[in-house]
């Protein structure tokens, strides 16, 4: 079965709601692939996620970009899962490295809040990457294997999970993984669902990959057989991203 491409715009701590709704516009007046092509998903900071659900076209959806690991209650600061499926917002995003990294969310808590969003009814855009010391130790797969691990014990239904690979170094750096290094992570991570989960979700789950994205390089990244999509940062801000979703064309002519 193919995997239809997903293009995941993370805004990340960023935007007023000027900014944002000239944001809005901009997809609203793309000319992108249909979404039998590309599955796209923007995600706002959560105060404004009701605007950016009410403005933004009926083929593209919202996320946001993380919820509580359990039921709401007495946890001040927190924003639930259920909260989000009673605003209607599909999507959450969990585990991304600078909640991994600056808010020490460890792989077990990212795994739980997973495994609860999913029983929830949300659709999840789980994140796994390395540093860059990692990287340079040579333990990239261990890593992003122990991070994947960590969701698969908790998760048996994946049909509502897409796997973001986003290495730190390339997060907001400018310095993309080449598609060679891309291909290779996701070919692994695949390698890893089909010993570890069963081949049908290895077949079917999109890995998608998220690290100084651009309009200039994502056509090359988009051609790599595992490289299902991506998740953009900073150009997902930018009217660029329409060009980044429109990469989705690469893999239809594949
Ligand atoms: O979630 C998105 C990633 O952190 C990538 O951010 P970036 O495209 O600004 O490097």
Redesign the pocket.
Known sequence: MARKFFV?G?W?CNGTTEELKKIVNVLNEGQVPSSDVVEVVV?PPFVYLPLVKSLLRPDFHVSAQNCWVKKGGAFTGEVSAEMLVNLGIPWV?IG???RRLILNESNEFVGDKVAYALAQGLKVIA?VGETLEQREAGSTMDVVAAQTKAIAERVSNWSDVVL?Y?PVW?????K?ATPAQAQEVHFELRKWLHANTTPEVAETTRIIY?????GANCKELAAKPDVDG???????LKPEFIDIIKSAEVKKNA
């Open positions: 995941g993370n990340k995600s995003i991304h490295s600078e994140c973001a986003e390339a997060i907001g750096t400018g993309v998220g690290g100084s994205v651009s991506f998740l953009v940062g900073g150009a997902s």
